[in-house]
């Protein structure tokens, strides 16, 4: 805020899960810049670190709560974090999730009780620890998902059925935050530039046989889309979900994926 401005999001509370890196850590830098006080949670305490100094830059400090949000407790610990030191949530986004790829007969078990337990048991759980605070708010809540959801693939069958379940949570949660004043949204980014989509490139070569570079290039031309996305084109998003300007959306899903999804909607 180096105009000294008050920001669009000033001394407002963002509680964002999986922050500390790619598309959360750009989120937080987003809110940050607009002057809010952004809650942190990720299980890596040196990445939080990082992110907390980057972010410190930009606008207020985050604060930052290392925990194994596969957990209950882990879960628990981000609200009992936050409410010490704000006691307020304005705005809450469900963005960890680490979902495997690869050839379905060659994950393991762990792979798809790992992939709940993260990605949508920790929305599920951070949403509803949350919710008197937001209803108190009148706040906002989007669940970062992903564009398996809507078009699944045999290699991304842990992430496809994750990601269909918590767009479905959202979509049901909508009915209760329209009756206790809390706008749910989901966006579905597409191909990210993140560590993240590395890590499932390199997944997906393994399971495929086929270099990361040619997975790179072969999923820009079968999508269409003309670049691959990046953090900020989500935070962008996130953004304008949460402010006064789009109080009357509800309960929708928007991609943000330069025109990959496969349909209509």
């Given at each position: 805020m180096g105009s000294g401005m008050p920001g669009r999001f000033q001394d407002k509370v963002v509680v964002i899960s999986g922050g500390s890196r790619g598309i959360g850590r750009g989120i937080a830098t987003a809110f940050a810049r607009e002057g809010a006080r952004c809650v942190l949670a990720s299980s890596s305490a040196a990445n939080l670190a990082a992110a907390a100094k980057?972010?410190?830059?930009?606008?207020?400090?985050?604060?930052?709560?290392?925990?194994d949000l596969r957990e209950l407790s882990g879960c628990e610990q981000v609200l009992a974090q936050a409410k010490e030191r704000f006691n307020r949530c304005d705005i809450?986004?469900?963005?960890?999730g680490r979902t495997r790829a690869g050839n379905f007969l060659d994950l393991p078990d762990?792979?798809?009780?790992?992939?709940?337990?993260?990605?949508?048991?920790?929305?599920?759980?951070?949403?509803?620890l949350f919710w008197p605070l937001?209803?108190?708010?009148?706040?906002?809540?989007?669940?970062?998902?992903?564009?398996a959801a809507r078009s699944p693939e045999p290699e991304f069958l842990v992430g496809g059925s994750v990601n269909a379940a918590v767009a479905n949570f959202a979509k049901g949660l909508s009915k209760l935050?329209?009756?206790?004043?809390?706008n749910v949204n989901v966006i579905h980014p597409g191909n990210t530039a993140t560590e993240r989509q590395e890590e499932l490139l390199a997944q997906r070569a393994t399971a495929t046989g086929k270099t990361v570079e040619e997975l790179r290039a072969a999923a820009l031309a079968k999508s269409g889309a003309r670049r691959?996305?990046?953090?900020?084109?989500?935070?962008a998003l996130a953004l304008f979900l949460c402010s006064e300007e789009a109080r009357h959306i509800q309960g929708t899903a928007i991609a943000v994926d330069g025109g990959a999804t496969v349909g209509y909607y």
């Amino acid at each position: 805020m180096g105009s000294g401005m008050p920001g669009r999001f000033q001394d407002k509370v963002v509680v964002i899960s999986g922050g500390s890196r790619g598309i959360g850590r750009g989120i937080a830098t987003a809110f940050a810049r607009e002057g809010a006080r952004c809650v942190l949670a990720s299980s890596s305490a040196a990445n939080l670190a990082a992110a907390a100094k980057a972010i410190a830059a930009e606008g207020p400090e985050p604060l930052t709560v290392a925990a194994d949000l596969r957990e209950l407790s882990g879960c628990e610990q981000v609200l009992a974090q936050a409410k010490e030191r704000f006691n307020r949530c304005d705005i809450l986004i469900n963005n960890a999730g680490r979902t495997r790829a690869g050839n379905f007969l060659d994950l393991p078990d762990e792979a798809f009780v790992d992939g709940f337990a993260l990605k949508y048991f920790a929305a599920v759980r951070l949403t509803r620890l949350f919710w008197p605070l937001l209803k108190a708010a009148q706040g906002h809540v989007v669940n970062i998902v992903g564009g398996a959801a809507r078009s699944p693939e045999p290699e991304f069958l842990v992430g496809g059925s994750v990601n269909a379940a918590v767009a479905n949570f959202a979509k049901g949660l909508s009915k209760l935050g329209m009756r206790d004043g809390v706008n749910v949204n989901v966006i579905h980014p597409g191909n990210t530039a993140t560590e993240r989509q590395e890590e499932l490139l390199a997944q997906r070569a393994t399971a495929t046989g086929k270099t990361v570079e040619e997975l790179r290039a072969a999923a820009l031309a079968k999508s269409g889309a003309r670049r691959v996305g990046r953090v900020e084109d989500v935070a962008a998003l996130a953004l304008f979900l949460c402010s006064e300007e789009a109080r009357h959306i509800q309960g929708t899903a928007i991609a943000v994926d330069g025109g990959a999804t496969v349909g209509y909607y």
